[in-house]
């Protein structure tokens, strides 16, 4: 592969720009920090008359039941968290019931600090589209209040011109039921092993797992904690942290559905377990081809809980109903994992950065578990010297896999740039661009962490590169190159 002038390159942006809006709320549970300050908020509420209290809920309603589906449902499932503050035996009217909902209630904006690091895939449903057209999932990092992290999705139709037709995006957003099993069953050797990996206590994690059947419960599980902290047999600060980080991994496997009739637009996955409390980030998003053909959905994202990161996976079929798993092993680290979107020698392949700076690879037969990883690429040019890193899981070609990595260089500044690696041994790159794709210009390096592109996953489309990017951590754009073009821009690799 002979590379040419890169100047020849034709990477067109597009004009659409993906925006967060403000005006797209959900609804979480508020309570005060001091819970002894709930039985006298609820006191109050109840001293109401209720004279009073129906011109308050009415005055609620017409403020907010415009901005959700049901807040009526809403108030009563958050009435419902604080029933243990309530006075035994008191009979509330509904109306009260209602208001003492509200008051435990607020509203908070997920897109109103940015919207940004876009992965695309496309639709499960391809059906009733003209030729050469392609529906399309985007997912979006959507950061609100606090620059707490969550995915958001928008949909829409690539025509075979490639002009982004996106669908209306709803005026309300839903979070996802929660489908917790109220007393799931774990592995023992898998969870003592990821508890060693997530820095709990060898000693302590062997002594209450070695109590504990091959096949655990979690009522189980807690049951021999709460007896350990009755009793400590080890240090109290060590013996905290360990029971913490047991908590903490039980709680990351879920799974959350939303209602299948209600749009795209309208789902949000919102932080649930205490590993993503302060956020959800970079979800790459890849449509996986099984061996027989079945197509699912599989997502790496970083769950962060404001001091640890702890990468994840999400599995689904449809956008409807999706699975969190936790991922495992030694390779397990640090941020930007992009699976392969199909297997390679019957293995599963992920691209990795296991040390912050280099691009790795990694191969297991399991893709909840890998091992050992390799490193493929180091930095080479000054725009990558800080650190390189996939931008997405790997796009196949006739030619190979064209992968997109990020590059940081001088006053950190990241740009996006082009490989491409052999099909059926990934560890061989045969040509890559030297030069980057994609570098911020002027109207893209202003934002919350100025200078920066950055993307979670691409497409190909009628023989075009469809890049959806990140633009300082704030908004997002599109960009279309042509993949011959593309290729023949890229220098052979020896």
């Not at 929660?178 to 969870?191: A, G």
């Not at 996976?313 to 409807?320: G, N, S, V, Y």
Request: contains cysteine; aromatic residues 8%.
């Amino acid at each position: 592969m002979q590379a040419k002038n890169h100047e020849r390159l034709k990477v067109k942006r597009k004009a659409i720009k993906i925006l967060g809006d403000t005006s797209r709320v959900i609804t979480l549970l508020h309570l005060p920090d001091d819970r002894h300050r709930i039985s006298r908020i609820i006191q109050r509420i109840m001293s109401m008359s209720e004279t009073a209290a129906k011109n308050l809920i009415a005055q609620i309603m017409i403020d907010f039941s415009g901005r959700h589906e049901d807040i009526g449902l809403i108030f009563e499932r958050h009435l419902n968290e604080v029933k243990g503050y309530l006075p035994r035996d008191a009979m509330l009217s509904e109306v009260k019931r209602a208001i003492i909902g509200a008051y435990f209630t607020k509203e908070y904006a997920i897109e109103s600090a940015a919207l940004f690091n876009p992965s695309i895939v496309p639709h499960p449903d391809q059906s009733d589209l003209n030729k050469g057209s392609l529906r399309f999932v985007m997912s979006l990092r959507a950061t609100g209040d606090g620059h707490v992290s969550s995915i958001v999705f928008r949909s829409g139709v690539l025509d075979r011109h490639n002009t982004f037709h996106f669908d209306p995006i709803s005026d309300f957003v839903e979070t996802p039921d929660l489908q917790l099993d109220p007393d799931p069953v774990y592995k023992n050797n898998i969870f003592q092993r990821k508890l060693i990996e997530m820095g709990a206590s060898k000693e302590i994690a062997v002594y209450i797992l070695n109590q504990l059947p091959e096949d655990f419960k979690y009522n189980e599980l807690k049951q021999k904690i709460a007896i350990l902290h009755a009793k400590p047999q080890f240090s109290e600060r060590i013996q905290n942290r360990t029971f913490e980080i047991m908590r903490r991994l039980a709680d990351s496997n879920y799974e959350v559905a939303f209602h299948p009739d209600h749009r795209i637009s309208e789902r949000v996955i919102f932080p649930v377990s205490k590993n993503e409390s302060r956020g959800i980030e970079d979800a790459r998003f890849v449509q996986f081809f099984n061996d027989n053909g079945e197509v699912v959905y599989f997502a790496t994202y970083t769950a962060y809980n404001g001091v640890t990161i702890l990468p994840q996976l999400i599995e689904t079929k449809d956008f409807i109903k999706f699975n969190i798993l936790t991922l495992n092993g030694k390779a397990v680290k640090n941020k930007g994992m992009a699976l392969f979107p199909r297997k390679i020698g019957g293995r599963y392949a992920m691209l990795s950065r296991q040390d912050g700076e280099n691009n790795h690879i990694m191969f297991s037969d399991n893709i909840h578990f890998w091992q050992e990883s390799q490193i493929i690429q180091e930095p080479e040019h000054p725009w990558e010297f800080m650190q390189i890193g996939n931008c997405g899981s790997p796009l196949e070609t006739d030619e190979g896999w064209i992968v997109l990595t990020h590059g940081v260089g001088p006053m950190r500044q990241y740009c996006i740039g082009a490989m491409l690696f052999d099909l059926e041994n990934p560890t061989k790159i045969i040509a890559r661009m030297d030069e980057p794709l994609l570098a911020p210009h002027e109207k893209e390096r202003e934002g919350y962490v100025p200078n920066v592109v950055y993307s979670c996953g691409a497409l190909i489309h009628n023989n075009q590169l469809v890049i959806p990017y990140a633009m300082s951590d704030i908004n997002s754009g599109i960009a279309t190159v042509a993949v011959n073009e593309l290729l023949n821009c890229m220098r052979a690799v020896a």
